[in-house]
């Protein structure tokens, strides 16, 4: 038989258990979160794309939006035109997968794309990041299409 002293220190002993469980959940997040900074939701500002001793410069802030939005394990890309799909310029593209990050190399391996041919494929990017902006640079290989190419993309971290 319990006593009023032992139901007492049992309530208390629950009760620290519980705060302890909540701290450390709240230290675990806050560590994670310090550890990967590159979740988030990026806007593309400018694409590089160097193939073949060609430079092309894209500029995603006139014509065309395109996000990327990064949790602690996946990531998705939307892009579309800016006039609603109602002239020349109409477009929709997207895609999504997996990625890893170990120090300042962030491989994306995509999963799903609009432009199939792209699906399956690894894609290694060195990454720097610094206030709000991020930029990421590696080479694109995509062989059943054709692609093998050097591709910089700077991007600015949105706000709520």
Request: with cysteine; net charge neutral; proline share 1%.
């Given at each position: 038989?319990?006593?009023q002293?032992?139901?007492?220190m ?20 806050a ?20 193939e ?9 802030t006139?014509?065309?939006s ?22 020349s ?14 120090d ?14 792209w ?6 990017f ?5 206030n ?7 080479v ?21």
């Amino acid at each position: 038989m319990m006593t009023q002293y032992t139901k007492l220190m049992c309530g208390l002993v629950s009760c620290a258990t519980l705060l302890l469980a909540c701290e450390t959940k709240k230290q675990s997040d806050a560590v994670h979160q310090t550890a990967l900074p590159i979740i988030g939701t990026w806007q593309l500002i400018s694409g590089t794309t160097i193939e073949k001793g060609d430079t092309t410069v894209t500029w995603y802030t006139k014509n065309v939006s395109f996000i990327k939005i990064i949790n602690d394990t996946h990531f998705a890309f939307l892009k579309h035109d800016l006039t609603k799909g109602k002239d020349s310029t109409a477009s929709f593209g997207a895609g999504g997968g997996y990625y890893s990050l170990k120090d300042s190399t962030y491989t994306e391996h995509l999963e799903y794309c609009s432009d199939r041919e792209w699906e399956g494929n690894d894609f290694p990017f060195t990454i720097t990041i610094q206030n709000d902006t991020l930029v990421q640079q590696g080479v694109e290989k995509v062989e059943g299409a054709g692609i093998n190419r050097l591709n910089i993309e700077r991007y600015v971290r949105l706000k709520k």
